[in-house]
């Protein structure tokens, strides 16, 4: 019997042995790598513009202790202006220390290097190492890698750990911004209210150099927005400062058709009158009648053609209370309805 198993022996010990590689073999081959990555992997950025990249480790498995990096840029496309500490290394409570925090613009390179203390264990889930922050200044169409290099990941047993490194790029956008090009139709308006008076608004003027304009959003300055190429808005309300009327700022902000959509902002301003105030003296009177008189059937039709494209186009926009581009009996019956009103 002792000479049966005498003559297993060899096979018994190359099986445990098979066995073992075996064993190894699926161990190594199922577990995940460890990743340091760039985040997000490609953007388009216009130029001018302030973005920001995470560094990202993804520990695959093992537990990480310490990190360094070195993040090398094309200082010609785009200046690194902070690097901050991520949360990874601390995600578990635990203290970390920033050993080196490093920006070099004209070299092209951030350096970044931290170290978890007093703690006896390692990270084992996903984090953002650090955040990099950059401007873009290069020229339209100018490309920046944002590689990864000198990498070094350590384990509790002081031990490099192996690690895939996945670079990210930035790309100065090709879009132009549009130009926002807004009309008001009258330069003076009144209080619509009580006796319907409509400004009219109009973004026509707006264009695009290498597109289309793709939304128009208007702000009239008085808590109130429409969209639209052309839109109308009644003012409920005027500014008053106790001497003389003070207008709404309002605006007109276009956005293009752009796959990285640019968009443009022209402020002007809006003034209004209390109703059947023409002169702006913030009191109905004989001496609004007698600007209505004076300008008695006077006519203009924009957007062709607007009070101030005409002789003595002041005075009749001023005249014209309801905004009808018109002056005639509907405005003088504004008057004598609102006599000896005052916008204070």
């Not at 128009?216 to 009644?234: A, I, L, P, Q």
């Amino acid at each position: 019997m002792l000479a049966q198993l005498e003559q297993f022996k060899p096979r018994t010990v190359i099986f445990i042995l098979l066995i073992g590689l075996m064993l190894l073999s699926i161990m190594i081959t199922g577990a995940e790598a460890a990743i340091i990555e760039v985040v997000p992997l490609d953007q388009d950025i216009h130029e001018g513009d302030e973005f920001a990249v995470d560094v990202v480790v993804k520990p695959g498995g093992g537990e990480v202790f310490g990190v360094q990096y070195l993040l090398v840029f094309n200082m010609s496309v785009v200046r690194a202006e902070t690097q901050v500490k991520g949360g990874f290394l601390t995600s578990d409570g635990n203290e970390s220390e920033v050993v080196v925090n490093a920006l070099n613009n004209t070299e092209g390179w951030v350096e970044y290097s931290e170290t978890r203390i007093n703690s006896t264990a390692g990270v084992t889930v996903n984090g953002t190492l650090a955040t990099v922050t950059f401007t873009a200044r290069g020229d339209k169409g100018a490309l920046s890698y944002l590689n990864l290099s000198e990498v070094i990941m350590t384990d509790l047993s002081f031990s490099v750990i192996n690690c895939t490194r996945v670079n990210g790029s930035v790309t100065i956008a090709e879009n132009e911004s549009p130009v926002a090009n807004a009309t008001v139709y009258d330069d003076f308006n009144n209080v619509g209210s009580k006796h319907l008076c409509k400004v009219y608004f109009d973004g026509s003027g707006s264009h695009d150099p290498d597109g289309e304009i793709a939304s128009y959003t208007w702000s009239f300055g008085d808590g109130t927005y429409d969209t639209g190429v052309r839109c109308e808005h009644v003012y409920g309300s005027w500014n008053w400062n106790g001497s003389g009327y003070e207008p709404f700022h309002a605006s007109l902000t276009v956005t293009d058709d752009g796959i990285l959509p640019q968009v443009n902002t022209s402020y002007f301003d809006v003034v209004v009158y209390i109703a059947g105030d023409a002169n702006g003296d913030g009191t109905v009177n004989i001496v609004d009648a007698s600007i209505v008189g004076y300008e008695w059937g006077r006519s203009s039709s924009p957007p062709d053609t607007c009070w101030r494209d005409l002789p003595r186009g002041e005075w009749a926009d001023r005249a014209d209370l309801n905004n009808d581009h018109e002056v005639n009996i509907l405005d003088m019956v504004i008057i004598g309805t609102r006599w000896k009103d005052t916008a204070w």
